[in-house]
C-alpha cells in the first residue's frame, strides 16, 4: 500500500499527529483595560479593547484574528504594548477678538477654558467649558461679536481653523482641523439672505472621541420632531439655534428607511439591541398624525430588503414591528464584510422604483420626504465609498437649496472602535442648527438614546390619549385629559379634554343651575405650574337628558343621555400635564390604537367596545371612500373650536 495512504488512514486514531487548527495568541492584555472576543481564539474572532471612563485603549481599539493564526494590527504600531491612555480635550489654535486660558497643548479630563472678549465685543456661547471623559468640551462655542456683519460672527470652533472673516449674504468661510483631530460638521458655511450661516457647525475632535446620549438624544430627537411636526420641550437651546422646524402637512407622507448593519462584527445580542431599538423608533413615529411608509434593509457584505416602502405593509406599524422582530441573525452568517454602499444604493433603487410608479414630475412623488437612519458599527470596507451612492439619492430627489429639507441622512455608529468620523460625517445631512451623525459608546448608549428621544408623553403638540406611565408620573400626568369642573366654592363634577378648547362632561352636573358664569374649569395638576382655571364660554347640554324619564318604570334615576360638552374661554396649552383624550372615529384614535389607516368605524367600536354593536349596524367608513358608488366619508377631526 501506497505509504501516504497508511499515514492518513493512521491519522484518524491518532488525533495528535493531525494539524490543529490554528488560534491566536492569548497575550493580548491591555495595561489598565480589560478585552472581549467575539468567537474565543479562532481565526474570525474579534478582540475589542475596553477602557475606563477617561481612558481609551491605545494603539488600538480592536484586532482581528486571521486565518493564519495572527492578530491583524497596524505595521506601525506592532512593538507597542495596548496601554489605556488618559483621555485629552484639544486646545483652541485661534480665538478672535478676545482671550483664553490656559494654554496648553491639550487638557486633562476636568481641566477648563476660560474665554473673555476685548472692548466693543460681547461673548456668546459659554464662557468657561469643561474637558469632558468622552474627549469633548462641554458647552458652546465662544464667540466673540460686535454684531456688525449681516450674519453673525460663526466663530472657530476648539482646535480648528478658520478662513473667511467677512459675513454679508453670500460669503463663505471654510474650516479645518489641526495636527490629527478629525472634522464633523461643514467644512464650507455660507451666509444666507436670511442672516443664518447654512449647514453645521463644525467641530473638530479627537478620533477616539464619541457623544454622550445625554448629548445625543436632544439633538437626534429635536430633529426627529422637527421633521414630524412636532415640538420637543426637552429641547433647552433658544429658538434661533434650533434652525429649521420641518412640517410634514397632516396629508404629507414620510418615508423612513432603516439600514441595520449585520456584519460580522455585530454580536447577535448587539444586533438584538439594533432591532429592538429601531422598533421603538417605528413604534413612536407612528403616533405621529402623519402617513408613513417603513423601509428595513439589514447588511453586511451584501444588503436583504426585509420590507420595501413599495409594499402596503410598510405602512401598517404591526407589520413593521413583527417584521423587525422577526429579522434572524444569522441572514447574513457568510458575509462578513460591511458594505455600506449597496445598503444605500438599495435605497436608491427603491426610490427610483417609487419614482417610476408614482411618474417623476406628479405631487406624489415630490411631495414625499425620506429619510434614512444608518445604523452600524464600522466603517465600510466592502463596495468602495459610500459616498457616490448618497449622491445619487440627493440626485433622484432633485435636493438642492429648496428641496434640502425632503431628506435626512442620519449616520450612527455605536462603539468607538472601528467607526470612522470622517465617513459619518460624509454621509450625515449638513442642516441648520442640527447634528445627523453620532457615535455613540456602546449599544447600551443606543438604547437609552431611543427610549426617550422621541418619547411622546413629554411632547406638546395636540396628540391625544398619551399619558406619562413612568413612575415618577403624578396622576395628572398619567391622565392629562381629567379636569374638574365646579362653581367658585367646591368641586361638582370632572371631564375630559376632548381638544384644547372643548370638555366633554356630564349633564346632570347642570341640573340644578343654569348660570355658567361663576363656574371654573380646572385643567393640569391645581397644585403645581401646570394648573390652571378657565371659564366656560357656552354649554352644549344634551336636550334629551332627563334623569326622572323612567320614574313610572320603577327606576328613580335614569343616565341615559348623561352628555355636555363645554367650550372654553380660551384654548389650553398643551403640556405633559394637559392632552386631548381620542374620540372614537377620528384620525388621532386611530393612531392611538395602532390601526391600519384604512381603518373603519366599526373597527374602532369592535376594538374598544367588543360585542356591543349589531353587525347591521351602519358605520361611516374612516379616511377611506367607500366601494360600489357610495360617495366618500370625509376624515373625521378635531377642529379645536
Same mark, same amino acid.
Given at each position: ?123 456668546? @456661547? ?28 460663526? @466663530?472657530?470652533?476648539? @482646535? ?88 410634514? %402637512? ?309 343616565? @341615559? ?59 361611516? %367608513?374612516?379616511?377611506?371612500? %367607500? ?15
Amino acid at each position: 500500500m501506497d505509504p501516504l495512504m497508511v499515514v492518513l488512514c493512521l491519522l484518524p486514531l491518532y488525533p495528535g499527529l493531525a494539524t490543529a487548527a490554528p488560534s491566536c495568541p492569548q497575550n493580548v492584555n491591555i495595561a489598565g483595560g480589560s478585552f472581549t472576543l467575539s468567537n474565543g481564539w479562532a481565526p474570525g474572532s474579534i478582540l475589542t479593547y475596553s477602557c475606563p471612563l477617561g481612558y481609551y485603549p491605545f494603539p488600538v481599539a480592536s484586532r482581528l484574528c486571521n486565518s493564519n493564526g495572527q492578530w491583524q494590527i497596524p505595521r506601525a504600531t506592532r512593538s507597542t504594548k495596548p496601554v489605556c491612555k488618559p483621555v485629552r480635550c484639544p486646545a483652541p489654535v485661534s480665538f478672535e477678538n478676545g482671550v483664553y486660558t490656559p494654554r496648553l497643548g491639550s487638557h486633562p479630563v476636568g481641566g477648563n477654558l476660560t474665554f473673555e472678549c476685548e472692548d466693543g465685543f460681547t461673548l456668546r @456661547g459659554s464662557p468657561v467649558r469643561q474637558c469632558r471623559p468622552n474627549g469633548m468640551w462641554d458647552g458652546e462655542t465662544a464667540v466673540c461679536d460686535n454684531g456688525a456683519s449681516h450674519c453673525p460672527d460663526p @466663530g472657530i470652533s476648539v @482646535g480648528a481653523v478658520r478662513t473667511g472673516s467677512r459675513f454679508g449674504p453670500g460669503d463663505k468661510v471654510r474650516y479645518r482641523c489641526s495636527s490629527n483631530l478629525v472634522l464633523t460638521g461643514s467644512m464650507e458655511r455660507e451666509c444666507q439672505d436670511n442672516g443664518v450661516w447654512s449647514g453645521t457647525e463644525p467641530i473638530c475632535r479627537q478620533p477616539y472621541s464619541y457623544d454622550f446620549p445625554e448629548d445625543v438624544t436632544p439633538a437626534l430627537g429635536t430633529s426627529f420632531s422637527h421633521l414630524l411636526g412636532a415640538t420637543n420641550p426637552t429641547q433647552t437651546k433658544k429658538t434661533e439655534n434650533v434652525g429649521r422646524k420641518i412640517q410634514i %402637512q397632516r396629508s404629507g407622507h414620510l418615508n423612513l428607511y432603516l439600514l441595520l448593519d449585520a456584519s460580522q462584527s455585530v454580536s447577535e445580542e448587539d444586533f438584538g439591541v439594533f432591532k429592538r431599538s429601531a422598533s421603538l423608533l417605528v413604534d413612536r413615529i407612528f403616533s405621529f398624525e402623519i402617513n408613513i411608509s417603513v423601509a428595513i434593509i439589514t447588511f453586511a457584505s451584501k444588503p436583504k430588503i426585509i420590507m420595501s416602502v413599495l409594499k402596503d405593509k410598510s405602512r401598517d406599524v404591526t407589520e413593521v414591528v413583527h417584521s423587525l422582530e422577526n429579522i434572524n441573525y444569522k441572514d447574513h452568517e457568510n458575509g462578513t464584510g460591511t458594505n455600506i454602499y449597496e445598503a444605500l444604493n438599495s435605497v436608491y433603487i427603491m426610490m427610483n422604483n417609487q419614482m417610476q410608479n408614482l411618474g417623476m414630475n406628479t405631487m406624489a412623488w415630490q411631495e414625499i420626504r425620506h429619510a434614512i437612519i444608518l445604523l452600524t458599527d464600522g466603517k465600510s470596507n466592502m463596495g468602495g465609498s459610500p459616498k457616490p451612492a448618497v449622491d445619487n439619492i440627493k440626485e433622484i430627489l432633485n435636493i438642492k437649496e429648496k428641496r434640502k429639507d425632503y431628506l435626512d441622512i442620519y449616520a450612527i455608529g455605536v462603539g468607538n472602535v472601528e467607526v470612522d468620523w470622517r465617513e459619518l460625517n460624509e454621509l450625515g445631512s449638513k442642516k441648520d442648527g442640527e447634528r445627523h451623525a453620532f457615535i455613540l459608546k456602546d449599544t447600551e448608549a443606543l438604547s437609552q438614546v431611543f427610549e426617550h428621544m422621541l418619547d411622546v408623553s413629554q411632547l406638546t403638540d395636540t396628540i391625544c390619549g398619551v399619558g406619562n406611565m413612568s413612575a415618577n408620573a403624578s396622576a395628572q400626568e398619567r391622565t392629562p385629559w381629567h379636569v374638574t369642573i365646579k362653581p367658585k366654592s367646591h368641586e361638582t363634577c370632572r371631564g375630559a379634554l376632548i381638544s384644547d378648547q372643548w370638555v366633554l362632561t356630564a349633564a346632570h352636573c347642570f341640573s340644578h343651575s343654569e348660570d355658567h358664569s361663576l363656574w371654573r374649569v380646572s385643567v393640569g395638576d391645581p397644585n403645581s405650574q401646570w394648573g390652571k382655571e378657565f371659564r366656560i364660554e357656552k354649554a352644549v347640554i344634551s336636550s334629551e337628558f332627563n334623569v326622572s324619564a323612567k320614574k313610572h318604570q320603577g327606576i328613580p334615576e335614569f343616565y @341615559g343621555d348623561d352628555i355636555a360638552l363645554l367650550k372654553l374661554d380660551q384654548k389650553v396649552k398643551m403640556s405633559t400635564h394637559a392632552r386631548p383624550i381620542c374620540l372614537p372615529c377620528t384620525v388621532g384614535a386611530n393612531l392611538a390604537l395602532r390601526r391600519h389607516p384604512g381603518s373603519t368605524c366599526r373597527d374602532h367600536v369592535d376594538k374598544l367596545y367588543p360585542g356591543c354593536l349589531p353587525r347591521q349596524s351602519h358605520v361611516p %367608513q374612516l379616511d377611506q371612500c %367607500q366601494r360600489g358608488g357610495d360617495r366618500p366619508v370625509p376624515l373625521q377631526r378635531d377642529q379645536g373650536g
